[in-house]
T-cell receptor, first 115, second 112 residues
């Protein structure tokens, strides 16, 4: 079975602090895809990143960076110098053959960035 | 491209009534997903279509829920009869196969 665990339910940080959101996944597939989505207070779901299981390179996009480690089945997301606009719920998701390629989402981490 | 279009944006109904939620995926996307979001259960996948064929409906809560995709440009999720515990935000999403999901704006359903 496929599973995504986001153990951090809610995190509060002060603006300009760095914050890491954890994502641990379970799958028996060798080929799979991992995703992060952001859901701001307005409610829409915004795509942040897609990573396939064969690409373990870390990725940086502005203040955002992602650390993919197959050895620990983790795909963590770090926001550097957080801003109030980063306040949102962040979801990690997994898709692969053993899950019939449906997208399984974690329960989300609510990030509050305080001014 | 207009994105994934869901209607209605808000639906308020009384227990026992039939509710139909509608979704128009992005043209060319061959996968369509219906999700339900609640505070208690997060984002739950209800059903997933590929090339208009239901692939996985294991998340459909019970027989009161049904979904159809009669063609590549339209899908419906129906609840009959509706119950207060069905109150949630229902999202439709589409994607090219195994690419990122494009979500609609969601339908906020309230069953009184």
């Amino acid at each position: 079975a496929q599973k995504v665990t986001q153990a951090q339910t809610e995190i509060s940080v002060v603006e300009k602090e760095d914050v890491t959101l954890d994502c641990v996944y379970e799958t028996r597939d060798t080929t799979y895809y991992l995703f992060w989505y952001k859901q701001p207070p307005s409610g829409e779901l915004v795509f942040l990143i897609r990573r396939n299981s064969f690409d373990e390179q870390n990725e940086i996009s502005g203040r955002y960076s992602w650390n993919f480690q197959k050895s620990t089945s983790s795909f963590n997301f770090t926001i550097t110098a957080s801003q109030v606009v980063d306040s949102a719920v962040y979801f990690c998701a997994l898709s692969g053959l053993s899950g019939t390629y449906k997208y399984i989402f974690g329960t989300g981490t609510r990030l509050k960035v305080l001014a | 491209d207009a994105g994934v279009i869901q209607s209605p944006r808000h639906e308020v109904t009384e227990m026992g009534q039939e509710v139909t939620l509608r979704c128009k995926p992005i043209s060319g996307h061959n996968s369509l997903f219906w999700y339900r979001q609640t505070m208690m259960r997060g984002l739950e996948l209800l059903i997933y279509f590929n090339n208009n064929v239901p692939i996985d409906d294991s998340g459909m809560p019970e027989d009161r829920f049904s979904a159809k995709m009669p063609n590549a440009s339209f899908s419906t999720l129906k609840i009959q009869p509706s119950e207060p515990r069905d109150s949630a935000v229902y999202f439709c999403a589409s994607s090219p196969f195994q690419e990122k999901l494009f979500f609609g704006s969601g339908t906020q359903l309230s069953v009184l």
